[in-house]
């Protein structure tokens, strides 16, 4: 295990440790650390350690019980309770085919989480009024409410003008153009809201908490229905003079010439989308079998372990690796991040990556490069909303 893995490994077991600290908290109200112990089945040092961290990120209080006295001898007994008004935020992730809430601390800490299927692209006032119903169960399951929520953001698959805070892009989610999200969002819920790009939620996702940390310069892909991409240069998230950019899914690939969904021929996503991929996933398993392309095809790390099926993979990898030596070549980055579905994929996937960046960009570029698989896989860009809702609450107390 890599020093990397083995500290991701123990940042999840401590995240873990404060959400059922949190959890038992918002259920019990205030309890003392003995009773938080009892009630989580955790250690007194993992207890004591947990709180400190919560208490760091100012999402418990401790304070002396005032029945303090009764004992008499030893330290003070004292209660633990959930500082809701400054601890905790909210965080939405609406993909193409799911929307997704959660309340946390920001920090990979979750207390209430609700999920839903729904195909989000022909329907944004139904998936406004999901996104608020699922942000109000999460907030119940946090046992808070919406008043004691600090901040709150969510990442939405579409190309976000930040001038205005309008959907803009004709093709893509195109019955949401020129509605305002953030506001929508607000009304329902009634807690000021910053929505953004989902592949900017999942830079800053893995960034803080997963495969990227401590890296100041980065691509992170999100890699599902569609293609995008999130930019951290120079420590700071990228977005363009308009919040536009990372669009890499409509970048043309040499010598391809399938339309794509935005009027152009040979985009990335025509050759890449999951649903591109699946389909010669399916076209390979039918082949070995003999039979029907099946409709439901098994997951994706499942299918990246079978020799056949695992170099379908590969060359997906290939192909988005040919269009991000470009963008290696033109940025310099210490990382390459490939989350989202596909990303699920794995190993095979990346090693396409790879041989294309070390293949097409500047041998010394693509020495300097870590190409890697996400590490929160499909949750980077939820928690990437909860970080960039964290973000803001600092800075507005
Ligand atoms: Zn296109």
Redesign the pocket.
């Known amino acids: 295990m890599s020093d990397l893995h083995e500290s991701a490994a123990l940042s999840a077991r401590r995240q873990r440790t404060r959400s059922a600290l949190l959890a038992v908290l918002a259920e019990y109200g205030a309890l003392s650390r003995a009773d938080l112990g009892r009630l989580t089945g955790l250690s007194r040092s993992a207890v004591g350690s947990a709180v400190a961290d919560l208490r760091e990120q100012g999402a418990v209080t401790e304070e002396t019980a005032p029945h303090a006295h009764a004992a008499g001898r030893g330290r003070p007994a004292s209660v633990v309770s959930l500082r809701r008004e400054s601890g905790l935020v909210l965080g939405i992730d609406l993909g193409h085919a799911h929307i997704t809430a959660a309340v946390g601390t920001g920090d990979g800490t979750v207390v209430g989480e609700a999920t839903a299927p729904l195909d989000i692209d022909d329907r944004p006032e139904e998936a406004l009024d999901t996104a608020a119903a699922l942000a109000a169960d999460a907030m119940r399951q946090a046992g808070c409410e919406p008043g004691r929520i600090a901040a709150a953001a969510a990442g939405i698959p579409a190309a976000m003008d930040l001038r205005t805070r309008a959907v803009r892009a004709p093709?893509v989610l195109a019955r949401w153009i020129g509605l305002d999200p953030a506001a929508e969002l607000e009304r329902r819920i009634g807690v000021p809201f910053e929505v953004a790009n989902d592949a900017e939620m999942g830079a800053r996702g893995e960034r803080a908490l997963g495969a990227g940390r401590g890296l100041n310069d980065l691509i992170y892909v999100k890699a599902s229905h569609g293609v995008g991409s999130g930019l951290v240069l120079g420590g700071q998230v990228y977005r363009g003079a308009s919040g536009l950019s990372g669009?890499i899914?409509?970048i043309q690939l040499p010598g391809a010439s399938n339309w794509?969904?935005?009027?152009?021929?040979?985009?990335?996503?025509?050759a890449v989308s999951v649903v591109e991929v699946r389909r010669q996933l399916g076209h390979v398993l039918a082949g070995a079998d003999r039979r029907p392309v099946p409709r439901e095809l098994p997951p994706l790390a499942e299918l990246a372990a079978r020799p056949a099926t695992a170099r379908v993979i590969t060359d997906a990898g290939r192909t988005l690796g040919r269009v991000l030596a470009d963008l290696v070549n033109f940025l310099n980055p210490a990382a390459v991040i490939v989350g989202g579905e596909l990303g699920r994929a794995g190993a095979p996937l990346i090693a396409g990556v790879r041989e294309s960046i070390d293949r097409y960009a500047q041998p010394a570029v693509a020495e300097g490069v870590e190409v890697m698989a996400g590490a929160l896989g499909v949750r980077a860009e939820l928690h990437g909303a909860l970080v960039m809702a964290a973000g803001r609450r600092r800075t507005r107390t």
């Open positions: 093709t669009e899914g409509h794509c969904r935005c009027g152009n021929r040979g985009c990335l996503e025509t």
